[in-house]
């Protein structure tokens, strides 16, 4: 199956990058300090911004220290964070289709987990700084289409979290999501859903998917 676009904009943690153990050893300890229940903070964390998942358990005073407070716990280690099947080989051989990431995370994260497991960088990238609202807002997507000169509704966006997909689905662009975070059943906002990025090639035309 062929995906004509014009670039393709990929998110970064679970669909790039698997960080889940340092993100749910942080998330658990930090819960902990909070009095938040860990598993009810994780079961909606994945695919969104620190700050709008602290948002709905702390007052708005509180966000901003308990944000940075779990962003350290995050960056203090890197165990288990590796690159995701298909993930380096999709990179190094998009054949000069446009591409971008567009992250939930922080720059620093971004920096610390893709150094880790190797990812090269986009040349454009839109990280959590650099938009008003989080996913599912469309705000990243939109942005990443506008520095690359692109329509938004060309785009392919590569998803792993129903966040991410509902954004990719508001900026208007094809949304092709991989099951490395979230079961087939929870994606099914996405235009495709395949198992990996080891299903993905790029072409003069867009992206091919196999198998």
Not at 1 to 26: K, N, W
Not at 62 to 73: G, N, Q, S
Not at 98 to 116: I, W
Not at 124 to 131: C, G, L, P
Request: proline share 9%; charged share 20%; aromatic share 2%.
């Amino acid at each position: 199956m062929i995906l004509p676009c014009t670039a393709v904009l990929v998110d970064v943690d679970g669909t790039l990058v698997d960080s889940t153990p340092l993100v749910e050893r942080a998330a658990r300890e930090w819960a902990a300090e909070y009095g938040i229940d860990p598993d009810e903070f994780l079961s909606d964390a994945h695919g969104r911004r620190t700050s709008d998942r602290v948002a709905d358990f702390l007052p708005p005073d509180e966000v901003p220290e308990a944000t940075a407070r779990l962003d350290a716990l995050e960056s203090t280690g890197t165990d288990g964070i590796t690159a995701l099947p298909g993930a380096v080989d999709l990179l190094t051989n998009l054949n000069g289709l446009p591409h971008a990431f567009v992250t939930s995370m922080d720059r620093p994260q971004l920096k610390l987990r893709t150094t880790v497991a190797d990812i090269p960088l986009a040349p454009t990238i839109v990280t959590a700084e650099d938009v008003p609202n989080g996913k599912p807002d469309p705000s990243g997507y939109l942005q990443a289409a506008a520095q690359l000169g692109v329509d938004p509704a060309a785009c392919v966006v590569i998803e792993d979290a129903p966040a991410g997909i509902a954004a990719g689905r508001a900026a208007g662009a094809t949304v092709l999501a991989v099951t490395t975070s979230h079961p087939a059943e929870s994606l099914t906002g996405a235009h495709h859903i395949i198992a990996d990025l080891t299903a993905v090639a790029a072409i003069p035309e867009g992206v091919r998917l196999t198998g």
